[in-house]
């Protein structure tokens, strides 16, 4: 049994143009030789470029979302197909902004997994709970319900990683207790062992939610944190070295 590599993420979300490609340069500059697998994702008018200009590093690019659909008339969406094609080897699904602002449901975000299975994409499925479910003490039940949900039968044997990223703690500055971190890892590695055996001890589980340099080395260093998911501080070359340097 293969303990998971770490990786660490960098989702831009709707941030950068052209001049940040820079900072995914002075990124890919900065890791030299590292045991760590790194990726930034980000929007989908830069993951050609990105693609392009990182090919000869170590980081990976990777897509934030991807329909399900092979092709089609969907306005504005983006098919695994066509991230592959520009260049892409992983894609974020089921983001909680994604599941909360396009009411996208644990079905759709397996179906959009299989989709990136089907383009050859490495998927990181996102799962979390909100504050009110924190505080109703259920995050343990709706994490676990989201990751039974939302991975398709077909992730067996592929390499996929399961990011935990409690609502409340995106973009807030807050971030779980350690403790409270392992909780929730230690339970969705059992449903993972639970639902895929053997391999399921070999994914992956990220934690994502107001990751930065200064709180990096405590949270990565818990029990069943197989890296992270970073949004704001992945935008900076130096924030997100400093992350990747406490791995
Ligand atoms: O949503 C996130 C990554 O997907 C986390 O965002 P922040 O790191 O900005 O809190």
New binding site residues.
Partial sequence: MTAPVPLI?G?W?MNGDSASLGEALATAAGLGSTRVRVAICPSATLVSRMADALKATNVLVGGQDCRAEVSGAYTGDVAAEQLADAGAELV?LG???RRAGYGETDALVAAKTQAALRAGLEPIV?VGETLDERKAGKALEIVTGQVRGSLPAELAGKVFSV?Y?PVW?????LTPSTEEIVEVHRAIRQTLTSIFGAHGATVAILY?????PSNAAEILHADEVGGA??????LKAADFLGIIAAV
């Fill in positions: 993420a989702n979300k974020i983001h909680s902004e996102c990011a990223e703690a995106i973009g807030t500055g994502g939610g107001s990751v930065k998911l970073v949004g704001g501080a992945s």
